[in-house]
Protein backbone atom coordinates (compact mmCIF):
# COMPACT_ATOMS: atom_id res chain seq x y z
CA UNK A 1 0.00 0.00 0.00
CA UNK A 2 1.43 3.53 -1.06
CA UNK A 3 2.36 6.05 1.01
CA UNK A 4 -0.43 7.95 3.53
CA UNK A 5 -1.45 10.83 1.22
CA UNK A 6 -4.16 12.36 3.24
CA UNK A 7 -4.41 14.69 6.31
CA UNK A 8 -7.96 14.51 7.16
CA UNK A 9 -10.39 11.63 6.13
CA UNK A 10 -13.85 11.33 6.54
CA UNK A 11 -15.84 8.39 6.51
CA UNK A 12 -19.57 8.78 5.74
CA UNK A 13 -22.94 6.63 5.14
CA UNK A 14 -26.10 6.07 6.18
CA UNK A 15 -27.53 4.95 9.34
CA UNK A 16 -26.12 1.67 10.43
CA UNK A 17 -23.44 1.66 7.68
CA UNK A 18 -20.63 0.52 10.15
CA UNK A 19 -18.76 4.15 9.85
CA UNK A 20 -17.86 4.21 13.50
CA UNK A 21 -16.24 0.78 13.09
CA UNK A 22 -14.39 1.60 10.18
CA UNK A 23 -13.14 4.51 11.63
CA UNK A 24 -12.29 3.27 14.65
CA UNK A 25 -10.26 -0.22 12.51
CA UNK A 26 -8.47 2.71 10.41
CA UNK A 27 -7.34 4.38 13.13
CA UNK A 28 -6.26 2.09 15.20
CA UNK A 29 -4.36 0.09 11.74
CA UNK A 30 -2.52 3.34 10.78
CA UNK A 31 -2.30 5.33 14.04
CA UNK A 32 -4.80 8.01 13.38
CA UNK A 33 -6.06 10.71 15.14
CA UNK A 34 -9.93 9.32 15.37
CA UNK A 35 -12.83 11.75 15.93
CA UNK A 36 -16.43 10.05 16.78
CA UNK A 37 -19.80 11.77 16.42
CA UNK A 38 -20.90 12.34 20.36
CA UNK A 39 -25.02 11.60 19.38
CA UNK A 40 -25.27 9.17 21.93
CA UNK A 41 -25.04 12.37 24.74
CA UNK A 42 -27.82 14.13 21.92
CA UNK A 43 -31.10 14.53 24.67
CA UNK A 44 -33.51 15.40 21.46
CA UNK A 45 -32.89 11.93 19.75
CA UNK A 46 -35.12 9.70 21.29
CA UNK A 47 -37.84 12.16 21.74
CA UNK A 48 -37.18 12.96 17.75
CA UNK A 49 -38.04 9.23 16.85
CA UNK A 50 -41.33 9.22 19.53
CA UNK A 51 -42.48 12.59 18.08
CA UNK A 52 -40.75 13.93 14.70
CA UNK A 53 -42.76 16.88 13.89
CA UNK A 54 -42.46 18.24 17.27
CA UNK A 55 -38.29 17.68 17.77
CA UNK A 56 -36.97 17.27 14.28
CA UNK A 57 -36.18 20.96 14.65
CA UNK A 58 -34.84 21.28 18.13
CA UNK A 59 -32.48 18.23 16.98
CA UNK A 60 -30.98 19.41 13.93
CA UNK A 61 -29.97 23.03 15.79
CA UNK A 62 -28.45 21.03 18.96
CA UNK A 63 -26.34 18.56 16.51
CA UNK A 64 -25.72 21.59 14.31
CA UNK A 65 -24.25 23.04 17.21
CA UNK A 66 -22.37 20.31 18.42
CA UNK A 67 -20.79 19.12 15.77
CA UNK A 68 -19.39 22.34 15.19
CA UNK A 69 -17.89 22.64 18.33
CA UNK A 70 -16.26 19.38 18.41
CA UNK A 71 -15.12 19.62 15.00
CA UNK A 72 -13.70 22.97 15.26
CA UNK A 73 -11.93 21.98 18.82
CA UNK A 74 -10.85 18.53 17.36
CA UNK A 75 -9.38 19.97 13.66
CA UNK A 76 -7.55 23.02 15.34
CA UNK A 77 -5.49 20.89 17.46
CA UNK A 78 -2.71 19.12 15.88
CA UNK A 79 -1.07 15.77 17.17
CA UNK A 80 2.71 15.46 16.05
CA UNK A 81 1.70 11.61 17.17
CA UNK A 82 -0.36 10.79 14.60
CA UNK A 83 -0.25 9.98 10.83
CA UNK A 84 -3.61 11.65 9.95
CA UNK A 85 -6.78 12.35 11.34
CA UNK A 86 -10.27 10.35 10.56
CA UNK A 87 -13.34 10.67 11.34
CA UNK A 88 -16.47 9.18 11.39
CA UNK A 89 -18.93 12.26 9.96
CA UNK A 90 -18.42 15.68 8.77
CA UNK A 91 -20.27 18.67 8.95
CA UNK A 92 -22.30 18.20 6.05
CA UNK A 93 -24.06 15.13 7.36
CA UNK A 94 -26.45 17.84 9.47
CA UNK A 95 -27.60 19.17 6.01
CA UNK A 96 -28.19 15.93 5.03
CA UNK A 97 -30.51 14.54 7.74
CA UNK A 98 -32.41 18.02 8.17
CA UNK A 99 -33.69 17.77 4.38
CA UNK A 100 -35.42 14.86 5.62
CA UNK A 101 -36.28 15.95 8.83
CA UNK A 102 -37.87 19.48 8.52
CA UNK A 103 -40.75 21.28 7.26
CA UNK A 104 -39.72 23.28 3.69
CA UNK A 105 -39.40 26.71 5.64
CA UNK A 106 -37.28 25.52 8.34
CA UNK A 107 -35.08 23.69 6.01
CA UNK A 108 -34.92 27.06 4.00
CA UNK A 109 -33.31 28.91 7.27
CA UNK A 110 -31.47 25.82 8.52
CA UNK A 111 -29.72 26.12 5.62
CA UNK A 112 -28.36 29.39 5.68
CA UNK A 113 -27.38 28.73 8.78
CA UNK A 114 -25.33 25.41 7.88
CA UNK A 115 -24.07 27.54 5.32
CA UNK A 116 -22.61 30.63 7.33
CA UNK A 117 -20.89 28.09 9.41
CA UNK A 118 -20.03 25.67 7.16
CA UNK A 119 -17.34 27.23 5.04
CA UNK A 120 -15.27 28.03 9.10
CA UNK A 121 -14.54 24.66 8.95
CA UNK A 122 -11.55 22.65 6.85
CA UNK A 123 -12.24 20.85 4.40
CA UNK A 124 -11.61 16.20 4.48
CA UNK A 125 -9.07 15.83 1.56
CA UNK A 126 -11.63 12.46 0.94
CA UNK A 127 -15.00 11.79 1.21
CA UNK A 128 -15.69 7.97 1.93
CA UNK A 129 -19.50 6.92 1.34
CA UNK A 130 -20.33 3.43 2.92
CA UNK A 131 -23.12 2.51 0.27
CA UNK A 132 -25.40 -0.38 1.88
CA UNK A 133 -28.63 -1.27 0.87
CA UNK A 134 -32.03 0.05 3.29
CA UNK A 135 -32.65 -3.64 3.97
CA UNK A 136 -29.44 -4.63 5.05
CA UNK A 137 -29.23 -1.46 6.96
CA UNK A 138 -32.64 -2.30 8.83
CA UNK A 139 -30.85 -5.44 9.75
CA UNK A 140 -27.40 -3.99 10.80
CA UNK A 141 -29.45 -1.32 12.84
CA UNK A 142 -31.50 -4.60 14.63
CA UNK A 143 -28.67 -5.93 15.65
CA UNK A 144 -26.98 -3.47 18.03
CA UNK A 145 -30.44 -3.18 19.27
CA UNK A 146 -30.83 1.25 20.23
CA UNK A 147 -34.40 1.45 21.16
CA UNK A 148 -35.00 4.64 19.82
CA UNK A 149 -34.22 3.18 16.36
CA UNK A 150 -36.35 1.00 16.44
CA UNK A 151 -39.09 3.04 14.16
CA UNK A 152 -36.65 4.12 11.00
CA UNK A 153 -37.86 3.00 8.12
CA UNK A 154 -36.52 1.71 4.75
CA UNK A 155 -38.24 4.98 3.27
CA UNK A 156 -36.53 6.92 5.53
CA UNK A 157 -32.83 5.34 4.66
CA UNK A 158 -33.76 5.75 1.17
CA UNK A 159 -34.33 9.45 1.96
CA UNK A 160 -31.55 10.07 3.80
CA UNK A 161 -28.89 8.16 0.95
CA UNK A 162 -30.36 10.49 -2.13
CA UNK A 163 -29.19 13.35 0.38
CA UNK A 164 -25.77 12.00 0.52
CA UNK A 165 -25.80 11.87 -3.32
CA UNK A 166 -27.27 15.44 -3.88
CA UNK A 167 -25.29 16.91 -1.66
CA UNK A 168 -22.39 15.42 -3.70
CA UNK A 169 -23.24 16.40 -6.77
CA UNK A 170 -23.76 20.52 -5.71
CA UNK A 171 -20.07 20.13 -4.17
CA UNK A 172 -17.91 18.70 -6.76
CA UNK A 173 -15.13 20.68 -5.75
CA UNK A 174 -14.47 17.87 -3.14
CA UNK A 175 -13.34 14.16 -3.37
CA UNK A 176 -16.03 11.51 -2.89
CA UNK A 177 -15.68 7.70 -2.87
CA UNK A 178 -18.44 5.82 -2.56
CA UNK A 179 -17.69 2.12 -1.54
CA UNK A 180 -20.16 -0.47 -2.36
CA UNK A 181 -20.19 -2.80 0.88
CA UNK A 182 -23.35 -4.51 0.59
CA UNK A 183 -21.33 -7.92 -0.70
CA UNK A 184 -18.59 -7.47 2.14
CA UNK A 185 -17.88 -8.04 5.83
CA UNK A 186 -15.36 -6.02 6.75
CA UNK A 187 -15.22 -6.64 10.02
CA UNK A 188 -14.89 -10.73 10.09
CA UNK A 189 -12.89 -10.78 6.86
CA UNK A 190 -9.50 -9.45 6.74
CA UNK A 191 -9.50 -9.39 3.18
CA UNK A 192 -12.33 -7.56 2.87
CA UNK A 193 -11.16 -4.94 5.36
CA UNK A 194 -7.91 -4.76 3.38
CA UNK A 195 -10.22 -4.22 0.05
CA UNK A 196 -11.49 -0.96 1.29
CA UNK A 197 -8.22 0.25 2.94
CA UNK A 198 -6.55 -0.09 -0.23
CA UNK A 199 -9.53 1.30 -2.30
CA UNK A 200 -8.70 4.23 0.42
CA UNK A 201 -5.39 4.54 0.44
CA UNK A 202 -4.28 2.93 -2.91
CA UNK A 203 -4.12 4.80 -6.11
CA UNK A 204 -5.72 8.36 -7.08
CA UNK A 205 -8.71 9.66 -6.96
CA UNK A 206 -9.84 12.30 -8.77
CA UNK A 207 -12.14 15.11 -7.32
CA UNK A 208 -16.10 14.86 -7.94
CA UNK A 209 -17.40 11.30 -7.35
CA UNK A 210 -16.06 8.11 -8.20
CA UNK A 211 -18.08 4.93 -7.41
CA UNK A 212 -16.05 0.96 -6.68
CA UNK A 213 -18.28 -1.63 -6.72
CA UNK A 214 -16.49 -5.48 -4.87
Known amino acids: MEAIRYNYIVIEGNIGAGKTTLASMIA ?41 RQLKEELV ?6 S ?39 KPDLYVYLHVTPERLLNNIAIRGREYEKSITSDYLRGIQESYFTFFRQNPENRYLILDINGLDFVRRKEDYKKLTEAIFAGEIQYGINLRNF
Open 77 to 82: EQDLFR
Open 84 to 122: FTVADYYFMKSLVFASQTLEKDEFSLYRQIFYIIYGSLP
Open 28 to 68: KDHNAKLILERFADNPFLPKFYDDPSRYSFPLELSFLADRY
